[in-house]
Nanobody, 118 residues
Framework: QVQLVESGGGLVQPGGSLRLSCAPSGSVISPNAMGWYRQAPGKQRELVATATIGGSTNYADSVKGRFTISRDNAKNTVYLQMNSLKPEDTAAYYC????????????WGQGTQVTVSS
């Protein structure tokens, strides 16, 4: 079973930056889409950003202009550069790798905590 290994979370002051990364623990066929989601206490998991193998990206309105998603297709690794962080960005961040067709898969990471606080 493939596991996604996330890193880069932590505690940062408002206005600061963090960079998250996520890579599969083993070999996978290239995903069609890679993305980041987040879940704050008492709230539903929500999309933060996604990137397709074709280069298309999609962002939640709340992070546009502050967060940038990127992917290394050779390593099947996805990154999330987070700038100008706000307290409302505090959440557990989960990466996702998804492939449709044959073989199809939908892998989730275990989550990495991001806390924005002074």
């Amino acid at each position: 079973q493939v596991q996604l290994v996330e890193s880069g979370g932590g505690l940062v002051q408002p206005g600061g930056s963090l960079r998250l990364s996520c890579a599969p623990s083993g070999s996978v066929i290239s995903p069609n889409a890679m993305g980041w989601y987040r879940q704050a206490p008492g709230k539903q998991r929500e999309l933060v950003a996604t990137a397709t193998i074709g280069g298309s990206t999609n962002y939640a309105d709340s992070v546009k202009g502050r967060f940038t998603i990127s992917r290394d297709n050779a390593k099947n690794t996805v990154y999330l550069q987070m700038n100008s962080l706000k307290p409302e960005d505090t959440a557990a961040y989960y990466c996702n790798l998804r492939r449709w067709g044959i073989p199809a898969y939908n892998y989730w990471g275990q989550g990495t905590q991001v806390t924005v606080s002074s």
